[in-house]
């Protein structure tokens, strides 16, 4: 990467030449030219090398039809009318260009994977540390003499302390494979500190035994400390595999924590078993679909409309059935029951005459999708944790309600003593479908998201 | 719950008798039965089957309809449930006497409706690749057996991306335990240690991803290239893909061959996250041919939407539709025996630039594509053969290798080389 620092104006003028033929040649190339033609734009030394193959790698270089030359678009979303273009030579402003008359230059699988390793060189002297981290872990899935001379000359001028430990567990992992054995003594004790599979991986190569029952590692201590360092590193991921189990246990129960308590009050409170459950549910869930597709183009706020858009459905849904069936019906269990499921039939009807029986499907936001990496063996989805979020948020709710005001009085003096509660109050009964309706679709608006992210009207 | 599914069951079959019985009306017409689930959890697949149908009746008509009568098409909704589509079967080749079946998706629901066609004398083009194990003298199967789809997807990664570790991901029922019993079996053949294939099921319309994505990572982790074969059908796709999406496993480090989704089924997600997996088909809307460019547009027009796809099914009902047509002007007749007679040897070109030809044991020929999935859901064919005859019976189980499937010479389904025996029909 020195040299390329170091590159003067001049030379990467001398160097435009093989640049421009290569980059003039990307357009009408196979996948596998492509790959040639990566390796020769790296080879050309050129300054613009590492941003153009960026964009490759983000699906942002594009060709314009009319005169077949090459450029970078600025931005990666190609659901714009047009994009505004930089020169892969100079990185500076060359316009805009409607979309109809460009074309991507397309990647596969394996142009990605070494587009990725090599663009991964170019970002290690990127002033962002996130990038630099990113770039270094990129390397380290295909490390080899080049890339590994890379991280050397990086190590001592790298300021970050999680890069400078992600270079040195690369070098380590490099390592391994040094012919003196003090030397994979000291890259085993410098892996067993790391916990990513990758590191277990290396050291276990050093355990395992030829055809002829030999050690692949001749020396009896490398072996024993690596013996240990796989160990101790197993005991790690396993503990980290437990705590993603019970979190995955606990998301889960928070889901069905979510659909149950409703349930649990309406019986509770009212004793009638509402069969309808789990349509207004689904009404909670449908009406996060509409909310979406009245505002495509705000996704992001989306789910913090639809949670409210949702409750009052739901929760008009819920005294519209309560007031017009269920109250005739009080004190007849098996009544209500036969009624609510009939109601359930006719809310899945109306539903699917309305939206049509094939799915529909919730987008979830961008900051409800991807993962937080707590470290390099345990990893945890972020809906998961919004879903868990909301349980005790819901749930805390309730609580506050049903403890500290007149409504949750209420609500608990029926539930402990209904004839009493009758006799103090006349509308004692028809307090809790609502609220109760209203967090059944509430919570319908977050599972959808990460678990089915699609309803369905056939159950 | 039984009460109200069984209810439930019961109101949508009063509802389609009523439809069917108010098309039952000229009898002049030939009239073609469409069984594919119009709700349900098939859905997402089946009703672009049930279009493409009809846009064929509707062309054929145009074109003056076949021995001088039109045709007419009859649609049923099986709704996803296997049972139902017995029923359906049985309602229209009694009732509606139609003279020809384009239906079913998943291989549990044409189980399900094999002993009524083969009772009835009935005649079912089969759309969609299967697990093979079957040769029916009732059914045309124009969706891929596993020679056809299975077996070089895995030779592809095996060869081409190195793999070395399998995860074989499938949705419960018969069609992804055999591929995958036949998957193994020919892993195994090459070598692979059962410490490196996983196998796990999942029921219809499984939601909760996240457990079974991550320990598919952890799989993955044990520093040997692994690949996930999916035999996943249905809805349960949408949140499996979202799932691994969100939990960032890329195509570079573990690919996910599936064979059930296409165009269609990708067209309801963001693609972004799935840029790079792979899908193994005979057909992709994205390969360029003058007849694949004619179907799309004429696909488009009569649908309607300028966004909608075509994909790998819709080619073999392409197929299967004109192979019916071609036997039934040979035949003359459209009397099943006549044209299950006139089938065999047929010949018809696909939408890939190659012939489709009608082989005795009731299988076509066609071509393996394996694409990689782009950003705009459409896929990057990467690896392709010429057209390989499909094999009704698996050469890589024990039990199938010595069964032969020709209905022209040997009049069998289940003819076994060695002890030459028919065993008649083999249907579970």
Sequence with gaps: MAWLAAASPAAAQSADAPFVAALGELPDAGFADKEALVARLVETGHSSAGAVLTAMLEDRLYVRNSDRRVFISTSADDTQPSLSLLDPLTLKNAGTAPMAELTKIGTNNRLRRVLRTTAARFALANPDASVRLAAVTDMLRSLDDATAELLRQRLPQEPDGAVKRQIETGLAMMAIGDSNAAVRLAAVQALSSRISAESRNRLATLLERGADGTYAEPDEAVRKAAAAAVNSIDTARAVYSGVETVFFGLSLGSVLVLAAIGLAITFGVMGVINMAHGELMMLGAYSTYVVQTLMPNHLDWSIPVAIPVAFVVAGLAGVILERTIIRFLYGRPLETLLATFGVSLVLQQLVRSVFSANNRAVSTPSWMSGTWQVNEALAITYNRIYIVGFTLVVFSLLLLVLRRTRLGLRIRAVAQNRAMARAATRRGCSTSTGPSAANAGGSRVVLPAPGGATTTAAR | ?428
């Design chain 2, 1 to 428: 719950m039984k009460l109200k599914y069984l209810s439930l069951t019961a109101c949508l079959l009063g509802a389609a008798l009523t439809t069917s019985s108010a098309i039952q009306a000229q009898s002049a017409t030939i009239k073609i039965g469409i069984l594919h689930s119009l709700s349900g959890t098939m859905a997402i697949s089946e009703t672009t089957l049930k279009d493409t149908i009809l846009m064929m009746i509707d062309e054929q008509n145009k074109k003056g309809g076949l021995l001088g009568r039109k045709l007419e098409a009859v649609v049923v909704d099986p709704a996803s449930d296997w049972p139902l589509f017995a029923e359906k079967a049985r309602e229209l080749l009694e009732k509606d006497k139609v003279a020809v079946v384009f239906g079913c998706w998943t291989s549990v629901s044409r189980k399900s409706v094999l002993p009524v066609f083969e009772k009835d004398n009935g005649l079912l083009f089969y759309p969609v690749q299967y697990e093979g194990e079957e040769s029916s003298k009732n059914v045309i199967y124009t969706g891929a057996a596993p020679n056809q789809q299975a077996i070089p997807a895995v030779d592809y990664l095996m060869k081409d991306v190195a793999v070395k570790r399998w995860v074989l991901e499938g949705t419960d029922y018969v069609y992804p335990r055999t591929t995958n019993k036949i998957l193994e079996a020919y892993l195994k053949s090459k070598g692979v240690a059962d410490a490196d294939i996983s196998i796990n099921y999942t029921p219809f319309g499984h939601s909760d991803w996240q457990t079974r994505v991550a320990a598919i990572k952890r799989f993955g982790s044990a520093g040997k290239k692994t690949a996930v074969v999916s035999t996943i059908n249905g809805d349960a796709n949408v949140p499996f893909y979202k799932e691994l999406g969100n939990q960032k496993i890329s195509a570079e480090d573990i690919p996910v061959v599936a064979f059930s989704v296409g165009e269609e089924e990708l067209s309801g997600l963001d693609t972004k996250p799935l840029v790079g997996h792979l899908a193994a088909w005979n057909y992709f809307q994205s390969v360029k041919t003058p007849a694949n460019d004619a179907f799309i547009k004429q696909w488009k027009t009569y649908i309607k939407k300028p966004n909608r796809t075509t994909n790998d099914p819709m080619e073999a009902h392409y197929i299967g539709f004109n192979l019916w047509v071609k036997a039934v002007e040979k035949a003359k007749s459209t009397e099943v025996e006549k044209v299950l007679a006139a089938l065999p040897g047929l010949e018809t070109p696909n939408l890939t630039g190659g012939i489709a030809k009608m082989l005795p044991n009731h299988h076509i020929t066609k071509p393996v594509y394996i694409g990689e999935v782009r950003a705009d859901g459409q896929f990057d064919v990467v690896f392709k053969t010429p057209v390989v005859p499909g094999d009704a019976w698996s050469d890589y189980l024990p039990v199938s290798k010595d069964t032969e499937a020709d209905w022209v010479t040997l009049k069998c389904g289940n003819y076994n080389k060695t002890t030459k025996k028919c065993s008649g029909q083999n249907y579970k």
